[in-house]
Each structure stands twice: as structure tokens, then as C-alpha cells.
């Protein structure tokens, strides 16, 4: 277990060292969320890097990872816990062969033991409350607005004091707070009581000269020439009113495939090619193609010329 960032530098510092390329609003959010004990939660459009701050956290400061990604209908079975109820029935045949005559006392016996926590099937939730060598893990509840909102309710006990109530069993409490980070897409509005029991945080897209500095440490084998083409374009392409304009990871993925391609430069046919690492709906990649793409070429390489020549 490494031990917590003491300073907002330290904590820009060891995101660097997860190769995540912060701006510091964000490591001074991660840490006041670790110095304070409270949940962290990120809102930004897809592929901005929210999920990636909790997978790194547990990789700098040498925690488990607990990941609990929603979806519509998640209930509390499939995130909290459940009941093993096959070995329950194997426990209660077992103590009818070998009970004899016994009377009530033994059945409540076995009626407690088969609502014991040896029974409970651990779901990530009630997963994440476990003690740990290693420190308390990181558990990310990833892209909550997918979840439906009766769900939000049931998360309010664990946010604000980290526990869980089993009506078989009682309160489970963490001997050590868990490191929470949520995420949302924003598809639809979560309910302001999750907020307030968190450090919120907004992830936006990052500026050129950030989003270049991410190149450099996720995609290092594009050549630097193509790099600034690639996020100058991205950026461009941000600034139109697409469907879904392209995020970092997409800016990622793309200049790996044009290296992959042996590509050193930006060319409308290049593009065309390629445009399905970038962009993931139909007319949006309608609307790039062709024409369009070769303009936006144009464009950042005179500004690239200009900046040059400056």
C-alpha cells in the first residue's frame, strides 16, 4: 500500500506516474476527495478520461480496483448482494438427515447459520467494504445515469457513511472507508442528494496543448508532426455540431491506428479511411467525409504554419 498524495502537486505527480495527464482543478479535486474521505464525482462527456481516474488511483497507490459498471435494471442482487440460496438448501438437508429428533432450538440453529455472512454472495458494493491489506480499495461505480433512479436511493447509506444494511443480518460498516469515485455521461440528471454527498467535478474536453501531452504518454510511437495534425483536427471537429463529437479516447485510438498505417500526415483519402476510429456514428462520418475533412486539413495546416512561423 503506497500512502496518500500529501500535497496537490504530489497528487499531479502520481497521476503522471499512472500516465494520466491531469489539469490541476482535477488532482485537487482527487485530493481533497482523498484527504477528506468523500466520494468523488466525475460528470463529463464519454471518453473524457473519468473511468480512467479511479483505475489509476488503485494502480498509484497500490489498491484494489472494485468496479461496478451500471446499467438500466441494475438491482440490488446484482450490485450489493444476494443470497447462495443452493448452498443454503444443501445446509438445511443436511441438518435434516442428521438432527434426528431434535426440536425447535435446532432449527432456529440453522435458520441463523444459513443467514450468516458465509452464505451472502458479495456483489461489488458489499465487496468494497471488506478490509484489505493493501488499504481500502478503489471502488468506481461507473456511468451511474445508465442505472434507474430507485437505485440512487439505495446508494445514499454507502456515500454518506459507507455501509450497508442486510435485513437478515444488520449493518455492515468498513473498518476503512473505500476510495469512491462515480462517473456520469450525463444522459439523464442524477438526483442531488448523491451529489452533495460527493466532491463534484466536471471533466471537460482538454485543450490542444493538454490533449498533445496525453498523445505523447498513451500513444508515444506517433510521430510528433502527426500528433499535432491528429489533435488539431479533433479539436476542429469539436467545434461542429456533431452527434457525438469525438473524445481523448478516440483521439487516442485514432493515432494509434494511423501508426499502425505507417501514416505521417494528414490527407483527405487518409482520413476517410479512418474516420471509424474517431467517429462511432453513421452521420456524423457522413457529414466529415470527403469535402468537409479536406477543408479542416487545410485549415489547421495553415494555422499550424502560422503557429510555426510565429
Known amino acids: 500500500m503506497n500512502a496518500l498524495p500529501a500535497s496537490v502537486d504530489e497528487t499531479l505527480s502520481r497521476l503522471e506516474e499512472g500516465d494520466y495527464v491531469a489539469e490541476r482543478s482535477l488532482a485537487t479535486a482527487v485530493f481533497l476527495t482523498l484527504r477528506m474521505g468523500r466520494p468523488l464525482f466525475l460528470e463529463g462527456e464519454a471518453g473524457v478520461g473519468k473511468t480512467e481516474v479511479a483505475r489509476v488511483l488503485a494502480r498509484v497507490l497500490g489498491r484494489r480496483l472494485v468496479r461496478l459498471q451500471c446499467y438500466e435494471g441494475l438491482d440490488v442482487a446484482s450490485a450489493v448482494y444476494e443470497w447462495n440460496y443452493p448452498r443454503q438448501m444443501i445446509r438445511i438437508r443436511l441438518a435434516e438427515l442428521g438432527r434426528g429428533g431434535g426440536g425447535p432450538s435446532s432449527a432456529e440453529s440453522v435458520e441463523e447459520d444459513i443467514y450468516s455472512r458465509r452464505f451472502l454472495i458479495e456483489r461489488p458494493l458489499l465487496d468494497a467494504l471488506n478490509p484489505d491489506d493493501a488499504g481500502a480499495p478503489?471502488?468506481?461505480?461507473?456511468?451511474?445515469?445508465?442505472?434507474?433512479?430507485?437505485?440512487?436511493?439505495?446508494?445514499?447509506?454507502?456515500?454518506?457513511?459507507?455501509?450497508?444494511?442486510i435485513p437478515e443480518i444488520g449493518t455492515i460498516a468498513a473498518s476503512e472507508p473505500p476510495v469512491v469515485v462515480i462517473t456520469s455521461n450525463r444522459t439523464r440528471e442524477i438526483h442531488d442528494a448523491v451529489k452533495r454527498r460527493c466532491y463534484y467535478h466536471w471533466v471537460d474536453y482538454p485543450e490542444a496543448a493538454r490533449e498533445l501531452e496525453i498523445l505523447r504518454v498513451r500513444a508515444p510511437g506517433t510521430p510528433e508532426a502527426l500528433s499535432r495534425e491528429v489533435v488539431a483536427f479533433v479539436q476542429g471537429l469539436r467545434e461542429l455540431d456533431l452527434f457525438k463529437s469525438p473524445g481523448v479516447a478516440e483521439t487516442i485510438d485514432w493515432a494509434q491506428a494511423l501508426t499502425q498505417l505507417d501514416?505521417?500526415?494528414?490527407?483527405?483519402?487518409?482520413?476517410?479511411?479512418?474516420?471509424?476510429?474517431?467517429l462511432k456514428y453513421q452521420d456524423d462520418i457522413a457529414r466529415i467525409r470527403g469535402s468537409e475533412a479536406a477543408n479542416i486539413i487545410e485549415q489547421i495546416r495553415r494555422e499550424l504554419r502560422v503557429a510555426g512561423a510565429a
Open 263 to 278: 501514416v505521417l500526415a494528414l490527407s483527405p483519402d487518409v482520413v476517410n479511411d479512418t474516420l471509424g476510429s474517431l
Open 138 to 165: 478503489v471502488l468506481l461505480i461507473d456511468e451511474l445515469d445508465r442505472a434507474d433512479e430507485p437505485f440512487e436511493a439505495y446508494l445514499l447509506e454507502l456515500l454518506a457513511d459507507f455501509q450497508i444494511t
